[in-house]
């Protein structure tokens, strides 16, 4: 286990700038709230979490690029998500039900992320109200980021869907393998690279 990620005094800290983006914090708040974090690094192909665990952790992502997944039974894999800094990546039905997890999570990148356990977040969001505020309304902005890739795979068409990809996240593109995006949309390489074109 790695030390928190120490940031010149010059420099406001990743997660304060990423958390004041919804709630304002005092530096002795923040401190506080950092306390409840931990740092790890995660190698590429490394995972954070296999089918089958118990997600004990929410991971906010400092550097690095990484993919939540499931597997069929015939072995075709579905990308649920793509994560990159400042996006915070989870099974949140394990993590919150304590239950074991139906995805594998999965670095693309090397990646350096803070972790929270469901216990330390427990205690964070009962001693602090704010950070109770600052998660549910992350939740809302989940729910609703997933309510319209939902929205999207139903009524959109393959080209509209990786036109929306890239407008939405152009940098994906550089970071991420086209038979990767390819899964994520839905569709074969083949096709990908026909929309590519």
């Not at 919804?22 to 190698?43: A, C, D, G, Q, Y």
């Not at 999965?106 to 109200?129: A, F, G, Q, S």
Request: hydrophobic share 40%; aromatic share 10%; glycine share 4%.
């Amino acid at each position: 286990m790695d030390k928190l990620i120490l940031v010149p005094l010059t420099m406001k800290h990743p997660l304060k700038q990423h958390i004041e983006e919804i709630i304002t914090l005092t530096e002795k708040e923040f401190e506080f709230i950092l306390s409840h974090f931990e740092t790890i690094h995660k190698r590429k192909h490394q995972y954070l979490l296999q089918e089958g665990e118990i997600a004990d952790k929410e991971f906010w992502i400092v550097k690095g690029c990484l993919k939540s997944y499931f597997i069929d039974e015939a072995g075709k894999e579905h990308i649920l998500q793509f994560g990159m800094e400042n996006w915070w990546v989870s099974d949140y039905e394990s993590f919150v039900k304590q239950s074991r997890s139906k995805i594998n999570i999965d670095c693309i990148e090397d990646c350096e992320l803070l972790y929270i356990t469901l216990e330390n977040r427990e205690k964070l969001t009962t001693e602090m109200h704010k950070m109770e505020r600052f998660w549910a309304k992350k939740s809302k902005f989940g729910r609703i980021a997933l309510q319209n890739r939902i929205l999207s795979l139903l009524k959109n068409s393959s080209k509209e869907r990786y036109e929306l990809l890239l407008e939405q996240y152009p940098k994906l593109f550089q970071r991420v393998p086209k038979k990767l995006i390819a899964a994520y949309l839905g569709v074969s390489r083949e096709t990908l690279s026909r929309l590519n074109s």
